[in-house]
């Protein structure tokens, strides 16, 4: 019934406009809002004409925000305008479009695919993490922020890592670096670049509420430590206390606690099954039974949290190992 009167009332108000339209006043369009778009990949070419090879205005980073400026119905080329007036043309692909309303919902699905791709160059890398740093302000909400500091880490270490081997004193590396030396620390051994285990943690103890807290221990964990243990039991075991044991204190039943108990397990079978130490490793006992026991202190009683279906074997083996220091 309420269909039917809506459709019986549209001619009566046609009529009426139709026998009033010469006495109406003519006003003009309202002009359409500005439709915002932000480019989606890194090094973006601002173009004179709508030509790929037309003369270069500028280079656009990652997260540039664009108006667009209506000159047609063509879908390939866009007309922008910068936030500096500067006019040009953009490739539509290489943008993506930005409500005003819901800006983080663009924000997350260009981080999102920024990450995910594999082979970017470090200055599409350093591009992505200036873009988060850029936009994580926006992030009021609780999770969201910690969503986007973790997206942070992560650039980051897909940073450091595009930094070639041996070139860490050249520029722009050598700038950058410097720059983040409170997040990165340079592992020997490994000949490469990484985020901090204590910047990780400290990510996590400001978002420990949050519902992506597990994920922040979990990215400290598979980051890992830089140095070398070079055969030694008890830096192993100090190292995973560092690591799956950190894990297992913050999130004993968190996502990834069966997992972090599965390596304690699979690495003492390596070294020392039964609490026999290989002889591929090393063990001292005048030297070195301070420091294991108090890695396989700091294990056993992570492990004891946690409901692993390893737990049992975990805690036997670590028992068996701080028994070889009598």
Known sequence: MRCSLR????PRALAFVTA??????????????????????????????????????????????????????????????LADERHGW?????????????????????????????GDMFPAQVELVSFIERVAPEYTNPDGRAGV??????ALSLAAGAIPFNQSKREPYA????????????DEPGGRWMVRDTAIWNVHQKHAASSV?????????????????EGHIACYLYAQDQLQGEYLRRHPAGRHAAEAVDTVVTS???????????????????KDCAELTKAVAGLTAAVQRSKAGSRDRALSQLAALRSSCG
Request: with cysteine; proline share 7%; net charge positive.
């Open 7 to 10: 459709r019986s009332a549209l």
């Open 268 to 286: 003492i079978d390596d070294f020392a099954p039964g609490g026999k130490v290989q002889p591929s490793f090393y063990f001292d006992r005048t």
């Open 20 to 81: 009033f339209a010469p006495f109406a006043v003519v006003t003009h369009a309202a002009a359409p809002p500005e439709q915002a778009r932000i480019t989606a990949v890194a090094n973006v070419t601002l173009r004179a004409t709508p030509s790929s090879t037309a003369t270069a205005v500028a280079r656009l980073p990652l997260g540039t925000e664009l108006i667009v400026v209506p000159v047609g119905l063509d879908k390939t080329w866009l007309r922008v305008r």
């Open 90 to 118: 953009v490739q539509a692909s290489l943008t993506e479009p930005l409500d005003p309303a819901w800006r983080w919902t663009t924000f997350d699905a260009i981080i999102a695919s920024r990450l995910g791709r594999k």
């Open 175 to 186: 700038a950058w670096l410097a720059s983040r030396s409170v997040d990165l620390v340079y």
């Open 149 to 154: 500091e973790l997206a942070r880490l992560r």
């Open 213 to 229: 807290a597990d994920d922040i221990a979990w990215f400290g964990v598979t980051n890992g430590l830089s140095g070398e243990c």
